[in-house]
């Protein structure tokens, strides 16, 4: 027993690029050797594809990119994702984006995913881009689009372009689909565009954003969300298309398991140091 | 070697030069941190450029499909075309505008903005920054008194007796449920009430207001963690990729040389700690 209380102690002071050193094989080993975890989608998650799901074929839809490469691990799979559900559903797919490196993250999925179906420019997708301001462009594009957007992320006019017909303000959408790494993203347009005007929504976030979006979910002002790694993972499961999501989500659970492992033995360790301490002082 | 494989090549130096930190401060990391700030702000301030002042703003000021070249403000904007023919292309920006000389506004207050970095006129930026802070609490208010004031108690108004409910479960809606979101909601505000000392019953009460705090907090560090894995798997995806003989293994090849020198450094420094 004293064997490992001086092995757990130890372990505590242990120098902590170690410790990084060991997330750091965790994380690589099941990515070279998978274990194929089972994955099960959540409630929020099953949400999210059950109200593209409900969308008649044919729907106009809102997607809006607010994420850079830096989160690009955790959003671009939902993003890649939701585009092969809204695809492969018939629906129009209209982008817009929060960050400025959300339309090249926008270019990259459609380039992804357009190889896969049979799809034109202007007809069955838009790529308006990006616009600064934050909030403003979410209010923006709920009073007059078309003010903002006088043309797409090419130069062209949206004048010319077929599928814009129609398209003025945000109202004229049947759905909006928010990949959000932070803000300005999902609880801006929750602000500014679903609640006012009642247009269902549902969101991606980063696991960090999570917390601070649930509550929109909760009380029905957002439908479902895809929960970070985890939540793309699912979502891919649902669709029946494995991609990045789904590969990390095996070096995902070893990963905590050994942190929380960690968390553990560093509480042992000091509640032991500091019944020792009490000893040592008489107490 | 094509700009695949050496896009390919930055990328596993910059992913290594950023890791390299978790060893100790280093000059890869350096060069990498100093090359991020830089192509940063610059690559946001082109796009910025770009997608909103030279459309929105000039393309409104200057629109084609009001050229003419006897004008007098026309004549102002070839002047400009002299200068940055990129910018002001000839015959006026073909945006699909129209002329609006209210966008003069925007302009004189994005001019007084920059005036910040000229010290005898720097006061007028404050015009530009009231502005931007007046116009964006006014938009703020209203959208946070509609989406997480009246949403978020219209979220939290439950019927505590519905026979349609199960008694418990946890991830569908159930009595069990809507309960825990009572006493979370109730108990979360009271915490905040402080005008009342928090002792006795009021004090209990208040105390379990801590307990929904601390699972929450608990729910938030968990979430960050996962962030955290999710991304630095994002980066070993790509690390991975880039170890193939398509890439000529160049994570392999830049690790191995990364750590020799700094490997080198270390032995030098043990050698001469004093440098």
């Given amino acids: 027993m004293n064997y490992i209380i001086e092995l757990i102690l130890k372990l505590g002071k242990v120098d902590r690029r170690w410790i990084f050193l060991m997330i750091a094989l965790v994380v690589l080993i099941p990515l070279l050797y998978p274990i194929s975890l089972p994955i099960r989608a959540t409630a929020t998650t099953q ?13 106009k839809v809102l997607l809006s990119c607010e994420y850079s490469p830096s989160t690009k691990p955790e959003i671009h799979p939902m993003v890649v994702s939701f585009l092969r559900h809204c695809f492969r559903n018939k629906h129009k797919i ?10 090249f993250m ?19 997708y838009v790529l308006l881009g990006f616009r600064p301001g934050n909030e403003a462009v979410v209010k923006g594009i709920v009073s ?15 004048t ?19 990949g959000s790494a932070g ?28 917390n601070e979006v649930m509550p929109y979910v909760q009380s029905g002002q957002v439908q479902g969300i895809l929960a970070g790694m985890p939540g793309a993972a699912e979502y891919e499961a649902l669709i029946g298309v494995k991609g990045i999501g789904t590969s990390g989500m095996d070096a995902q659970s070893v990963a905590h398991l050994v942190i929380v492992l960690f968390i553990v033995l560093g509480n042992i360790g000091f509640f032991i140091e500091r019944s020792r301490e009490k000893k040592h002082r008489g107490y | 070697m094509n700009i695949e494989i050496f896009g390919a090549w930055v990328a596993v130096f910059l992913t290594l030069a950023i890791f390299s930190f978790l060893y100790k401060d280093n000059p890869f990391y350096k060069i990498a941190e100093h090359l991020f700030v830089g192509v940063s702000a610059g690559y946001w301030m082109s796009m910025f450029f770009w997608t909103q002042i030279q459309p929105n703003l000039f393309g409104r000021l200057w629109p084609s499909s009001q050229y003419s070249e006897s004008g007098v403000w026309y004549r102002i904007y070839d002047l400009l075309g002299v200068v940055a023919g990129n910018v002001f292309p000839d015959g006026g920006i073909d945006k699909g505008h129209d002329l609006h000389f209210i966008y003069l506004i925007p302009l004189a207050l994005g001019i007084m903005m920059l005036l910040s970095l000229y010290k005898p006129l720097n006061w007028m930026a404050r015009w530009g920054i009231a502005y931007t802070v007046g116009m964006a609490a006014g938009l703020r208010a209203y959208g946070f008194l509609s989406s ?19 008694l418990f479960d946890l991830v569908e809606p159930s009595h069990f449920n809507n309960l825990v979101i009572l006493v979370g909601t109730v108990t979360g505000l009271l915490y905040f009430y402080f005008s009342k000392e928090h002792k006795g019953v009021f004090g209990n009460v208040t105390k379990v207001g801590i307990y929904f705090l601390m699972i929450s907090f608990g729910a938030s560090f968990g979430f960050a963690v996962m962030g955290r894995i999710s991304l630095l798997i994002g980066r070993f995806v790509d690390l991975l990729k880039f170890s193939g003989e398509q890439y000529h293994h160049a994570s392999i090849w830049v690790l191995l040389l990364m750590v020799i020198l700094l490997g080198y450094s270390a032995y030098k420094e043990k050698e001469n700690p004093e440098v």
């Fill in chain 2, 148 to 166: 997480n004031v009246l949403g978020q108690v219209k979220g939290t108004i439950m019927p505590l007796v519905n026979t349609e409910l199960p």
């Fill in chain 1, 183 to 210: 803000s300005p993203g999902s609880i801006d347009w929750v602000q500014y565009a679903a609640d006012p005007t009642g247009i269902p929504m549902s969101t991606g976030t980063t696991s960090i954003q999570v």
């Fill in chain 1, 47 to 59: 949400q999210v594809y059950d109200a593209v799901e409900k969308l008649p074929h044919g729907s």
């Fill in chain 1, 94 to 103: 209209y982008i817009t984006c929060l960050w400025p490196d959300g339309q």
């Fill in chain 1, 160 to 178: 010319e372009i077929p599928m814009m017909e129609g398209i003025n303000k945000f109202e004229d959408f049947d759905f909006l689909f928010s």
């Fill in chain 1, 144 to 158: 007059d689009l078309r003010k903002l957007y006088t043309i797409d992320s090419k130069g062209t006019k949206v």
């Fill in chain 1, 106 to 124: 926008a270019e990259e999925a459609l380039e992804e995913v357009g190889k896969e179906y049979d799809l034109k420019y202007g007809e069955d």
